[in-house]
């Protein structure tokens, strides 16, 4: 029984720790401060004119998942703008849409998934919600046409703010993106070695062995071990977080030597995770990779940015925004993974094999229903899909799950209830549940081999027909209350 | 007497804008009270596409954003002179 306990969490302690050591740094350290400076330097207003009531459809439904994407990183943001654009601006289709897209296609998300299953389940991910997004948005229009045009005409001064992006801000946001891909791409010109140094540091491969027995895992299942290296980064993030608490908590009203200190220490977090450190017999080789100078370049970059072409107060409000992000979701994924990691020693690969191995409706049909019903907090659902994956999952269920689950929960559905009704609420849920099973289906029947040229050429005629539809729908609406118009008159 | 609401539904900048709010109301020494409005469906009454929210006088000041207690004094005053 204690053997039993101790392996559970070995499991948990084993997940977390491999985790923490090679995916999270490189990629979700960069991802908060992408998210935190465009919570703070994107002025809502660039966007969010493009979302009242009098602006077409063809550039409100971009506009609204441009939003998803760009704007809604926190639920501050994601219901009021939601109720707002239903309510006060461009109707129910591009609040639906915005709703949908925003938690699959945020920063934060894209990255992690990316990093942590692969790239091509990310692209899926985001192509796939946009043109679901899009759809269910045109679809729940289409139904619910005569409450739409019920709404008052008047467009609110709530959309009426034009403010637009400055360059250095700009500039600002893509230096940090190129940090993210720098540390992230998997091509050569960014994993070669261009040189090596032989530090004589001895006892760090005694170091590594011992790690591998505290922690054990075993490749065959996907699991990780934790290297001397992903040890090295666990500490630093440990300092990372003691010295964020003392420096950024007060930021909005004055940095001190803390926030410097924390700072310096996430540059230098950030470098040590991109070189390749090989422990060996008496000494220490460290290769010196494409990725370690593309980051290195960023971050001079981003310093200089943050000193020349910022205002101060700006960037205090990013860092506040980045560290808020960190404090909320931080802690939950940290839970979430240990967690992960001690179920993972309970599931038998046989049962994920039987019910999702294959890429068929009722697979699909599992993993979007696991989805709807299990509520994890921000982020989760990627460890928890690397489980399924490593268990036996395939991708096109995986996809299914990955994309019902940040849609779905308890939660949202009674927030989103509470501003559009009962009655849409669940329609739109039937719909994302649909949606989702059939993203799952295409993207599981590309997996398996299916030529991508058919695939999308469906989906364009999906969305064809669908927008016909609504333009059909709304011009009969429009001729109808001319006629009403006329009766009155 | 000023009122002055704050509204969000509870997340961190909506606590920080609450303190913020108290705090430049002690400094002033004025006669004021902070109503935090959390329901959604009330904080929807204004025109507002994001939270944390200021509402001074059932006059929306700020939203969006954590403004600085420079900012909150000057619409502190103002409103006083307004309702004078």
């Given at each position: 029984?204690?053997?039993?306990?101790?392996?559970?969490?070995?499991?948990?302690?084993?997940?977390?720790?491999?985790y923490?050591?090679?995916?999270?740094?490189?990629?979700?350290?960069?991802?908060?401060?992408?998210?935190?400076?465009?919570?703070?330097?994107?002025?809502?207003?660039?966007?969010t004119r493009?979302?009242?009531?009098?602006?077409?459809?063809?550039?409100?439904?971009?506009?609204?998942?441009?939003?998803?994407?760009?704007?809604?990183?926190?639920?501050c943001t994601?219901?009021?703008?939601?109720?707002?654009?239903?309510?006060?601006?461009a109707?129910?289709?591009?609040?639906?849409?915005f709703?949908?897209?925003?938690?699959?296609?945020?920063?934060?998300?894209?990255?992690?998934?990316?990093?942590?299953?692969?790239?091509d389940?990310?692209?899926?991910?985001?192509s796939?919600?946009?043109?679901?997004?899009?759809?269910?948005g045109?679809?729940?229009?289409?139904?619910?046409s005569?409450?739409?045009?019920?709404?008052?005409k008047?467009?609110?001064?709530?959309?009426?703010?034009?403010?637009?992006?400055?360059?250095?801000?700009?500039?600002?946001?893509?230096?940090?993106?190129?940090?993210?891909?720098?540390?992230?791409?998997?091509?050569?010109?960014?994993?070669?070695?261009?040189?090596?140094?032989?530090l004589?540091?001895?006892?760090?491969?005694?170091?590594?062995?011992?790690?591998?027995?505290v922690v054990?895992?075993?490749?065959?299942?996907?699991?990780?071990?934790?290297?001397?290296?992903?040890?090295?980064?666990?500490?630093?993030?440990?300092?990372?977080?003691?010295?964020?608490?003392?420096?950024?908590?007060n930021?909005?009203?004055?940095?001190?030597?803390?926030t410097w200190?924390?700072?310096?220490?996430?540059?230098?977090?950030?470098?040590?995770?991109s070189?390749?450190?090989?422990?060996e017999?008496?000494?220490?080789?460290?290769?010196?990779t494409?990725?370690?100078?593309?980051?290195?370049?960023?971050?001079?970059?981003i310093?200089?940015?943050?000193?020349?072409g910022?205002?101060?107060?700006?960037v205090?409000?990013?860092?506040?925004?980045?560290?808020?992000?960190?404090?909320?979701?931080?802690?939950?994924?940290?839970?979430g993974?240990?967690m992960?990691?001690?179920?993972r020693?309970?599931i038998?690969?046989?049962?994920i094999?039987?019910?999702?191995?294959?890429?068929?409706?009722?697979?699909?049909?599992?993993?979007?229903?696991?989805?709807?019903?299990?509520?994890?907090?921000?982020?989760?659902?990627?460890?928890?899909?690397k489980?399924?994956?490593?268990?036996?999952?395939?991708?096109?269920?995986?996809?299914?799950?990955?994309?019902?689950?940040?849609?779905?929960?308890?939660?949202?559905i009674?927030?989103?209830?509470?501003?559009?009704?009962?009655?849409?609420?669940?329609?739109?849920?039937?719909?994302?549940?649909?949606?989702s099973?059939?993203?799952?289906?295409?993207?599981?029947a590309?997996?398996d081999?299916?030529?991508?040229?058919m695939?999308?050429l469906?989906?364009?005629?999906?969305?064809?027909?669908l927008?016909l539809a609504?333009?059909?729908?709304?011009?009969?609406?429009?001729?109808?209350?001319?006629q009403?118009?006329?009766?009155?008159? | 007497?000023?009122?002055?609401k704050?509204?969000?539904?509870g997340?961190?900048?909506?606590?920080?804008?609450?303190?913020?709010?108290?705090?430049?109301?002690?400094?002033m020494?004025?006669?004021?009270?902070?109503?935090?409005?959390?329901?959604y469906?009330?904080?929807?009454?204004?025109?507002?596409?994001?939270t944390?929210?200021?509402?001074i006088?059932?006059?929306?000041?700020?939203?969006?954003?954590?403004?600085?207690?420079?900012?909150?004094t000057?619409?502190?005053?103002?409103?006083?002179?307004?309702?004078?």
């Open positions: 029984m204690i053997d039993f306990l101790l392996r559970l969490l070995q499991g948990g302690a084993g997940n977390l720790a491999a923490l050591a090679a995916h999270v740094l490189l990629c979700l350290l960069p991802a908060f401060f992408i998210a935190g400076a465009m919570a703070a330097l994107i002025p809502k207003e660039s966007v493009f979302l009242g009531r009098n602006t077409p459809r063809y550039i409100s439904y971009p506009a609204a998942s441009l939003a998803g994407s760009v704007l809604a990183v926190c639920s994601i219901v009021p703008l939601f109720a707002g654009i239903y309510k006060k601006g109707g129910l289709g591009p609040a639906i849409t709703l949908f897209f925003a938690p699959a296609a945020n920063i934060l998300a894209l990255a992690y998934t990316g990093v942590a299953i692969g790239p389940l990310a692209f899926a991910r985001l796939l919600s946009l043109a679901f997004g899009i759809g269910i045109l679809i729940m229009a289409l139904i619910f005569r409450d739409d045009a019920a709404h008052d008047i467009n609110d001064e709530s959309f009426a703010g034009r403010r637009s992006i400055r360059r250095s801000v700009l500039l600002f946001l893509l230096i940090l993106v190129a940090l993210l891909l720098s540390g992230t791409l998997k091509i050569g010109l960014l994993t070669n070695a261009y040189g090596e140094i032989n004589p540091i001895p006892g760090l491969d005694t170091f590594q062995q011992a790690l591998y027995q054990p895992f075993d490749p065959g299942k996907g699991e990780e071990g934790v290297t001397a290296q992903g040890a090295i980064l666990i500490g630093l993030l440990a300092l990372i977080g003691v010295t964020a608490w003392l420096g950024f908590e930021i909005l009203e004055r940095s001190n030597s803390w200190i924390s700072l310096g220490l996430v540059a230098l977090t950030l470098l040590v995770a070189v390749q450190l090989n422990p017999v008496g000494g220490l080789n460290i290769l010196i494409g990725k370690l100078v593309g980051v290195g370049l960023a971050l001079v970059m310093w200089l940015i943050g000193r020349f910022l205002e101060e107060r700006e205090q409000e990013w860092l506040w925004e980045s560290w808020r992000f960190i404090k909320q979701i931080f802690p939950l994924l940290v839970v993974v240990f992960v990691g001690v179920i020693q309970l038998r690969p046989e049962w094999e039987t019910l999702a191995g294959e890429n068929t409706v009722l697979g699909n049909l599992a993993g979007v229903v696991f989805g709807v019903f299990m509520y994890f907090p921000t982020l989760v659902e990627v460890p928890i899909a489980m399924f994956l490593s268990l036996g999952m395939h991708r096109g269920p995986l996809l299914a799950y990955l994309m019902a689950d940040p849609e779905l929960s308890l939660q949202s009674l927030i989103v209830s509470a501003i559009i009704g009962r009655l849409k609420a669940w329609t739109y849920v039937a719909w994302v549940a649909l949606f099973t059939l993203a799952g289906l295409i993207y599981g590309w997996v081999g299916a030529s991508a040229g695939i999308l469906y989906l364009a005629a999906f969305m064809g027909i927008s609504l333009y059909l729908v709304s011009r009969r609406n429009l001729g109808k209350s001319a009403t118009m006329a009766a009155v008159k | 007497m000023l009122t002055i704050v509204l969000g539904s997340c961190a900048n909506c606590k920080r804008l609450e303190q913020l709010a108290n705090k430049a109301v002690m400094e020494g004025m006669q004021a009270e902070v109503v935090k409005v959390t329901d469906n009330d904080i929807m009454q204004y025109p507002i596409l994001s944390p929210g200021l509402v006088n059932e006059k929306l000041v700020c939203s969006g954003r954590i403004p600085t207690q420079a900012e909150v000057i619409w502190l005053v103002n409103a006083e002179m307004e309702a004078v």
